[in-house]
């Protein structure tokens, strides 16, 4: 019998469950940072092994950081999971402001008890989805809390991308007679998320739309229009977004419905609960206000794109003291397009 | 959306809005009541407003079954989830309705109280059969529609054995309010609302038939045309409305034939007849005390009435005192006539029911249609 004083049991991915000692800062959580995280992540930052990563400091440009937490329920849902959400999530928020995003940070809170076998699978997702997006997972963090005070796994991501020089977008800057652009199909996501919670018993084909967008956004800066402002419409939908902007802006704005495009199963599902497709969580769309004179232009760049093949121009800026954001409904009436009142569907994100 | 979108064509809605105008008199102005909070959200919803002529005006009726829930209703509820430690399932709406001492369901769960929201009856119960430990209230609000599937509740717990589930009964019926309105002084004696007939609720008829309103059009010489929740049903039926006033007809007519019938669903009024029976008297928000207008649960079925088994005594409580929703829900005044509105009382924070659900007279008027209030945007 030889002793091995250098052997450490492997973790049991398969059968495993997270334990109070994975969050230790002992021997059992570099054991999982070695053996889970960095197998799936690994790259030459995270590599140095440090408490945080050393970057090159960009060249030119101004520097754009975001983060977002994420508590999705459930944790897997068709077309995605926690993993790559809280990858998309954060590389959008970086995106939308024009950055191109270089490095992500990632910190779990994971609840005792839960399997390694999802968290394998949902660190898997996060690495391919930074892999995807060339937007490597570069430093985080592992806490562990006792049973009962988190569910599963909460992931909080944090993103650090570059604004070239002469891009400048921000929710101030829409103006009368500006066009307002959606990427795709409002409500794919929030449907998908729905449909599995509310044991609704619908056989559902409806599929979240979690994507990361800098690639579509890329091309639209590529066209070098005047694009005043992005935002992706996750929480509160189209509808709370193009508040935000209206209010920010001090402008109104006036809706099209029937130029708004929105999938069938999503429709009949929202009209089956009583929800509207306007204030419905999206992980994938985007609304960009561009001048009028460039609309046209940077619609054929968003319709070329994947992400972008739904694209539509949806209304115009107006002058409005009210910043009433208001919409011709497809009927022929008129009706305001109003702030999400109270929470339509909690963690859908 | 195969056999919805039909009936949001917006061409078809052009060339009604076409016959309406054509139909109208210009010397005569016509006012209809909705009495459905279903056809309130779709009028605003669709922007019907936009496509009558100024003289056919509609005014928005009670029947949003959150908004005529009394006060002293929610705040039984919410004693029973704070004091009793029950778990208290109800619809969506009802969480957010203002009760006394600044709470709601919503601020009670937030204080602790095991206060779910559910989409249906089924949920409530399973929520019972997985919580053998705590005692499981269903509060039972709504009008007709909703009455079957909780007479089917009590009678599932019963052939399940279930003792820890029990329903707080508040349902209401839709023909005592309409004969609560029409007998109103401002209606009857004093003129000051000028009803010349009313779109009859859809839902509530699929289960009570169109016969129940025939009293009405005979006694109050009011036409009643029952209209289903869709934009264009609600058009077609002020169509039907104007005619019937312009030939001094008061008929019930029935736009809604796709799903209600004169008699209506006979299995469901008997389930509903074997579980439930008229109360004597119910209090509602905005009408007050009206006879013989809600339904308690029978005696048989004791073991399932949440009042009975607390031993629950009504207490009345009064609303806020400049909240206009009592004269709002019977027609007397406009959301916009309310000091109130859009003030200190907003769908956000509302103060009165009307503002709390999307089919209450008060949020359908804030949330689509407040660019129509004097000095709004002009756009």
């Given amino acids: ?349 | 959306m195969k056999y919805v979108d039909e009936f949001r064509d917006g061409k078809l809605a052009q060339v009604l809005a076409g016959a309406i105008a054509a139909a109208a008199r210009p010397e005569h102005s016509y006012s209809f009541m909705e009495f459905c909070g279903g056809h309130t959200h779709a009028i605003s919803r669709y922007g019907v407003a936009d496509l009558l002529p100024p003289n056919v005006r509609m005014v928005h009726g009670p029947g949003c079954p959150v908004c005529v829930l009394p006060i002293g209703r929610i705040d039984m509820a919410i004693a029973l989830a704070l004091e009793q430690g029950v778990t208290l399932c109800t619809y969506g709406d009802t969480l957010r309705v203002p009760a006394s001492k600044g709470l709601s369901l919503l601020k009670a769960k937030a204080q602790g109280g095991d206060i779910r929201m559910v989409y249906s009856t089924a949920d409530a119960l399973r929520i019972a059969q997985e919580n053998p430990a705590k005692h499981v209230v269903f509060l039972a609000i709504d009008f007709e529609t909703t009455t079957p599937p909780t007479a089917v509740a009590i009678k599932q717990a019963r052939a399940l054995g279930l003792e820890n589930f029990s329903v707080l009964c508040c349902h209401v019926l839709t023909p005592a309010a309409i004969s609560n309105i029409l007998e109103s002084p401002e209606v009857r004696k004093l003129g000051t609302v000028p009803l010349d007939g009313f779109i009859g609720p859809a839902h509530v008829s699929t289960v009570i038939g169109s016969r129940p309103y025939e009293f009405f059009a005979a006694e109050y010489r009011k036409p009643v045309v029952i209209a289903g929740f869709e934009p264009l049903d609600v058009m077609q039926a002020v169509l039907m409305l104007v005619r019937q006033v312009n030939e001094g007809r008061a008929e019930v007519e029935n736009e809604f034939t796709r799903a209600v019938t004169r008699d209506g669903n006979l299995k469901a009024q008997e389930l509903v007849a074997e579980v439930f029976e008229l109360r004597r008297a119910f209090e509602w928000r905005g009408l007050g005390l009206v006879p013989y207008s809600a339904l308690k649960i029978r005696s048989e079925y004791a073991s399932y009435d949440t009042e009975f088994r607390y031993a629950l005594d009504y207490q009345s409580v009064a609303d806020n005192r400049a909240c206009e929703c009592g004269a709002i829900l019977r027609g007397v005044k406009r959301p916009q006539d309310c000091k109130l509105f859009g003030t200190v009382c907003t769908p956000d924070n509302p103060i009165g029911s009307c503002m709390v659900s999307s089919e209450g007279a008060c949020a359908a008027h804030y949330s689509y249609g407040r660019f129509r209030v004097q000095g709004g945007s002009s756009q």
């Fill in chain 1, 1 to 349: 019998m030889s002793v091995r004083p250098d052997y450490v049991r492997p973790l049991d991915i398969k059968n495993g469950r997270v334990d109070l000692s994975h969050g230790s800062g002992g021997r059992a959580m570099a054991q999982l940072i070695e053996e889970l995280f960095a197998r799936h992540f690994d790259n030459e930052f995270l590599r140095q092994g440090n408490d945080g990563a050393t970057l090159p400091a960009p060249a030119g440009g101004r520097l754009v950081m975001a983060c977002d937490g994420h508590v999705v329920s459930p944790l897997f849902f068709p077309g995605g999971d926690i993993g790559c959400l809280s990858v998309h999530g954060t590389i959008n928020d970086v995106a939308v402001m024009g950055a191109k995003p270089l490095w992500l940070a990632a910190s779990f809170i994971l609840a005792e008890g839960f399997p390694l076998a999802d968290l394998d699978r949902i660190v898997a997702s996060m690495a391919q989805a930074a892999r995807e997006a060339g937007v490597p997972i570069v430093t985080g963090d592992t806490k562990v809390v006792e049973q009962g005070k988190a569910d599963g796994v909460f992931i909080s991501t944090t993103g650090v991308g570059v604004v070239p020089d002469g891009v400048r977008l921000s929710g101030e800057r829409a103006r009368p007679g500006d066009v307002i652009l959606l990427s795709g199909t409002l409500g794919d996501h929030g449907m998908a998320i729905m449909a599995l919670r509310e044991n609704l018993g619908f056989s559902s084909a409806i599929v979240s739309d979690t994507a990361a967008l800098h690639g579509l956004i890329e091309a639209m800066l590529a066209t070098g229009a005047d694009l005043r402002v992005l935002r992706d419409p996750t929480r509160g939908g189209l509808a709370t977004t193009l508040n935000e902007i209206a209010r920010q802006s001090g402008a109104g704005m006036m809706l099209d419905e029937a130029a708004i495009p929105v999938n069938s199963e999503v429709a009949a599902a929202c009209e089956f609960l009583g929800l509207d497709p306007l204030y419905v969580a999206n992980e994938g769309k985007l609304v960009a206000v561009v001048a009028a004179a460039d609309a046209e232009r940077v619609l054929a760049a968003m319709r070329a794109h994947p992400l972008g093949e739904r694209a539509a121009r949806i209304g115009s800026v107006v002058e409005d003291a009210h910043h009433f954001v208001q919409m011709t409904t497809g009927f022929g009436g008129r009706r305001i397009v109003d702030w999400l009142t109270g929470e339509q569907l909690p963690r859908i994100c």
